[in-house]
């Protein structure tokens, strides 16, 4: 059994914008460590695309053990057309996959929380996404992504059948829903739960897995289901009417990237990976914005370092117990975006544009 190292960070910037992105944050880094004698070892290592160039394979053996023994993993994205058209085992997206199914990360927090100062920049009307402030619980590690199952194979008359497995078992069902329950607790008291129970036995039994949990455990929490799709609508109909949605790996996927639209930027959204803490009370944890590589605006410091640093202010918060230092951070965020910096993506009308460099180098001339 490999031992998790306290305070240690393992930067994977991968690939795009995730260098340029992974930068500012360990400059942020760096900082706590000048100032708050906060004693984080970084270490920084290859994943995705810059892996199989390097080494012909979407990440080593040696890093996947950094990773397994470090307390917090921050990735930036892995990804690219340059990577395109790789067998699926060596496509970059695999280091990430392999990341969270080994460390068994299969909590995946993903806030879509719309800021003040950028209402106007939502394609949604202001009085339907201020104040917009949703937690979503994807599943991470089991359904269609992970089961067997699976592959491209041959069948008569010349054609192929391409196979995926959608499973899910009682107790991959429960520590994701618990997650949910805990933490809607610590917010409006509220959790839908979204399946396709309609149409698919494992999404039958997501409901009932969920309800029974609810039933034992959490009837102080208000819940509610609701099917996939009909979740997909009312996110954009009505979407302050959700404090916690628990859904699973596929829909937790796409729902996940439709929440973080209303918000108006995909470059201010982190998310969290986590996993089950162990005897020691030590959980494994991987920190990665929700954006991806963005290959089209890569190497030209226009990137917006938001999501990767708020990324670390989670995993302040949620692996390192520093809930104060997360604040300050996240505190150090809004008021940068108050005094009307923005980079490209984030840039309306009066705004001041800045570079990624400069986006950093504000967030931490505002830290005490
Ligand atoms: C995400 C991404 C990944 C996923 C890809 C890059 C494999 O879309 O984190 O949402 O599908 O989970
Ligand atoms: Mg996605």
Redesign the pocket.
Known sequence: MIKIKKRKVLLLPGDGIGPEVTREVRKIIEWFNKNKSLDFEIDEDLAGGASYDKHGTPITDEVFYKALESEVVILGA??GPKWDNLEFSKKP?RA??KLRKELKLFANLRPAICFKQLVDASSLKPEIVSGLDIMIVRELTGGI?FGEPRGIKPIDKGERKGINTHTYTTSEIVRVAKVAFDLAKKRANKVTSCEKSNVMEAGQLWKEEVQALHDKEYKDVELNHMLADNCAMQLLRNPKQFDVIVTDNLFG?ML??QASMLTGSLGLLPSASLGAKNKNGEMRAMY?P?H?AAPDIAGKGIANPIATILSFAMALKYSLDLDKEAEGLEKAVQSVLDDGFRTKDILTKGMKEVSTTEMGDAIISKLK
């Open positions: 892995v990804g997206e990430l996959l992504y996927d996940s990237d990665e929700i991806g």
